[in-house]
């Protein structure tokens, strides 16, 4: 049973295109993130919801949109793709905003591949 | 800024020796996590440590957290190609994100 899922696992578009990459989570955790990896391998934070309310928002383009449905996921939008989105982005959970402190659980990330 | 810098970025040696990798900051955090990320997969937490000095094992890993809360290392004993893999540190401030290290590429040769 996986705790932390993310959809598709691998995402190849073209420049311009608008798409978007799904996360759940089984754990009843309140906090959910969403982090960009790139080509070495450096974890950087995007985005991050508290039951549902956005608390962390980085310096990421307009053209990226989380939306938070419910506590138990998180997607991520974005429009007019460009090159340098290219890179692996996991999506992370944590019990509440206090306990991100003790650890994550991350999913097994997406691919994106923009040509 | 990068605020925590791990050390080295790339280590190769061969099964059964030790090792040790740190992680180094110059700011104080409230928390410090060690995650194993293996390829084509997400980082899996390893470890956390929240008072200064202290140790924490994890069979044949051992975590020190800085005496200052600044800094912290991972000792691995009798490697084994098991270990391969790349290890982030990640620092967490009281009402602050998480901040990652670069990560240590580890690779143990069989």
């Known amino acids: 049973d996986t705790a932390v899922s993310q959809t598709p696992k691998y995402l190849v578009t073209q420049m311009g295109n608008d798409k978007s990459i799904k996360c759940e989570q089984n754990l009843g955790h309140d906090t959910m993130y969403w982090y960009k990896q790139d080509s070495k391998k450096f974890l950087k934070i995007m985005f991050s919801?508290?039951?549902?309310?956005?608390?962390i928002n980085e310096t990421v383009p307009n053209r990226f949109s989380p939306k938070s449905p419910d506590k138990a996921h998180l997607n991520l939008h974005i429009n007019s793709l460009e090159l340098g989105d290219s890179a692996v982005y996991f999506c992370?959970?944590?019990?509440?905003?206090?306990?991100?402190?003790?650890?994550?659980?991350f999913g097994s990330g997406t691919r994106l591949t923009v040509v | 800024t990068q605020l925590l810098e791990q050390s080295p970025q790339f280590l190769s040696i061969q099964e059964g020796e030790n090792l040790t990798v740190y992680c180094n900051s110059s700011s104080v955090f409230s928390s410090l996590q060690w995650y194993r990320q293996e390829p084509g997969e997400g980082p899996v937490l390893l470890v956390t440590?929240?008072?200064?000095?202290e140790v924490k094992k994890l069979k044949r890993l051992t975590f020190q957290f800085g005496d200052a809360r600044k800094d912290s290392s991972l000792h691995i004993t009798a490697a084994q190609p098991g270990d391969t893999g790349l290890y982030l540190c990640?620092?967490?401030?009281?009402?602050?994100?998480?901040?990652f290290g670069k990560g240590t590429r580890l690779h143990i040769l069989p």
């Open positions: 992370a959970s944590s019990q509440d905003w206090d306990s991100k402190n003790y650890g994550y659980t």
């Open positions: 990640a620092g967490a401030r009281r009402d602050d994100k998480i901040i």
């Open positions: 919801y508290n039951n549902k309310e956005l608390i």
């Open positions: 440590v929240v008072t200064g000095g």
